[in-house]
């Protein structure tokens, strides 16, 4: 099994980031070959300072690096590094509809909160996102949901080359993991916890310090009832709730029965300690990792040649199939 994801360049990791999608990215390692990039050239299509994409890349990496991926274990490196990421895209634009592309939600919303300029890069962005996973013929892509309709159109760009130049690419299956995307604003419980469309203090960092996490889930909203037990008018407690489940790996209903009579005031100081006792390994492999950029460069290097490896082969065989280059010589 094959798995690949990137990665949007951001050191402002959350918890529902960290639940529902880089404690899959871990898992991967021992499930499959697993490949991961961090996306500099997705992070271009909207406005940006250069000096922080640089640096973005670094926190993303050792946020990643310290959560538990291991450079022996995956290829973890940097999109741009890649140059095969690129090229690809430029070749699967020819069986890329423009239509679809147009119909693209994320774009439409993307483009609106644009003030200077809708760049023809946030157009193409969802093709640049199906040649990272196209070029290493992956089969399975954690996404959160909201990138579901990059992946029916990824998979549409594969079968139409498949169909018009030859059995060349593998179509990949999306894997939407279902805990983490419940993880909520710790202050609007009937949102999704998130860096740009939510609250400061509803929104646990993973990079937080201990004070900060803490505060943060014992001032969580909650109901004016005693119980706790999730149920639709219990938006915040059901939230802590799963929260709670996540980090210890348990049911929900476990978390129910063990704090059944139990005030809210315990049960948050009990989810606000399990979520700091499972972030800070992550925040202190972070710190130590980010000191050390040559190092992080290295890593990062070292898993572009891993990967350019893979994506070469592949961008060898496309080329072919289109009539673009030279005939490859037969060995
Ligand atoms: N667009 C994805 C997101 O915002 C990031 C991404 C870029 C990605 N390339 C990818 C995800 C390839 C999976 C596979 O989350």
């Given at each position: 099994m094959r798995?690949?994801?990137?990665?949007?360049?951001?050191?402002?990791?959350?918890?529902?980031?960290?639940?529902?999608?880089?404690?899959?990215?871990?898992?991967?390692?021992?499930?499959?070959?697993?490949?991961?990039?961090?996306?500099?050239?997705?992070?271009?299509?909207?406005?940006?300072?250069?000096?922080?994409?640089?640096?973005?890349?670094?926190?993303t990496a050792a946020t990643l690096l310290g959560a538990g991926l291991e450079p022996d274990r995956c290829i973890f490196f940097r999109q741009s590094d890649v140059h095969e990421h690129t090229e690809l895209t430029w070749l699967l634009s020819s069986v890329t509809a423009?239509?679809?592309?147009?119909r693209m939600t994320q774009f439409k919303d993307k483009s609106s909160a644009q003030r200077e300029l809708v760049s023809a890069g946030l157009f193409f962005y969802?093709?640049?996102?199906?040649?990272?996973?196209?070029?290493?013929?992956?089969?399975?892509?954690?996404?959160?949901?909201?990138?579901?309709?990059?992946?029916?159109?990824?998979?549409?760009?594969?079968e139409r080359f498949n169909a018009r130049f030859g059995q060349t690419l593998v179509?990949?299956?999306?894997?939407?993991?279902?805990?983490?995307?419940?993880?909520?604003?710790?202050?609007?419980?009937?949102?999704?916890?998130?860096?740009?469309?939510?609250?400061?203090?509803?929104?646990?960092?993973?990079?937080?310090?201990p004070p900060a996490v803490s505060k943060k889930i014992r001032s969580a909203v909650t109901d004016s009832g005693t119980e706790v037990v999730r149920a639709p008018d219990k938006a915040g407690i059901s939230n802590l709730i799963e929260i709670l489940a996540a980090v210890?790996?348990?049911?929900?209903?476990?978390?129910?029965?063990?704090?059944?009579?139990?005030g809210y005031g315990a049960f948050k100081q009990a989810v606000a300690d399990a979520v700091v006792t499972y972030l800070s390994p992550v925040r202190e492999r972070y710190a130590q990792l980010r000191a050390d950029e040559p190092k992080l460069e290295q890593v990062l290097e070292e898993g572009a040649a891993k990967a350019r490896e893979v994506?070469?082969?592949?961008?060898?065989?496309?080329?072919?199939?289109?009539?673009?280059?030279?005939?490859r010589p037969r060995q």
């Open positions: 798995i690949f994801s990137g990665i949007q360049p951001t050191g402002r990791k959350h918890l529902g980031n960290y639940i529902g999608a880089i404690t899959q990215y871990v898992a991967g390692q021992h499930r499959g070959e697993a490949i991961y990039c961090v996306v500099d050239l997705h992070a271009t299509t909207v406005a940006y300072e250069p000096d922080i994409l640089r640096e973005s890349v670094y926190d423009f239509g679809d592309l147009n969802p093709v640049l996102m199906a040649a990272d996973v196209l070029a290493y013929r992956a089969q399975e892509v954690p996404v959160g949901e909201d990138q579901r309709q990059h992946l029916e159109l990824m998979r549409d760009i594969a179509v990949p299956e999306a894997r939407i993991p279902e805990v983490g995307a419940r993880i909520m604003d710790l202050q609007f419980p009937d949102r999704k916890m998130s860096t740009t469309g939510g609250s400061p203090q509803g929104t646990v960092y993973v990079l937080d310090e210890r790996g348990t049911a929900p209903e476990e978390i129910e029965r063990e704090f059944d009579g139990e994506a070469s082969g592949t961008l060898a065989d496309v080329r072919e199939a289109m009539g673009v280059g030279p005939v």
